[in-house]
């Protein structure tokens, strides 16, 4: 079993800056593979992007060159630096890791950026 914690957001001004965690704890937790996601109202939940074991990193159209995922083994937390936000990043941010038959889901934590 895995359990992902999702923490950081909040409300912040257009333009401003959050940085997210994931915390990944139990027997199985494993960040070497994590992704990050988003809800909005209404919205299909989008993928934001991803992290390998190598380090490297991908990203949405939507969000490249503003967000950046890192991550910290020894605290086996995942990072979510978003950067330059706006009122369209509004939404319910969660985590997944990949492992064994399928994956696992954090929470969710809410960014809301003011217009």
């Known amino acids: 079993q895995v359990q992902l914690v999702e923490s950081g957001g909040g409300l912040v001004q257009s333009g401003g800056s959050l940085r997210l965690s994931c915390v990944a704890s139990?027997?199985?937790?494993?960040?070497?593979?994590a992704a990050w996601y988003r809800q909005a109202p209404g919205k299909e939940r989008e993928w934001v992007g991803r992290?390998?074991?190598?380090?490297?990193?991908e990203y949405a159209d939507s969000v490249k060159g503003r967000f950046t995922i890192s991550r910290d083994y020894r605290k086996n937390t995942v990072f979510l630096q978003m950067n330059n936000l706006t009122p369209e990043d509004t939404a319910v941010y969660y985590c997944?890791?990949?492992?064994?038959?399928?994956?696992?889901w954090g929470q969710g934590t809410q960014v809301t950026v003011a217009s």
């Open positions: 997944y890791v990949p492992l064994g038959t399928g994956g696992y």
């Open positions: 139990g027997h199985r937790a494993s960040i070497t593979h």
């Open positions: 992290i390998i074991p190598s380090g490297s990193s």
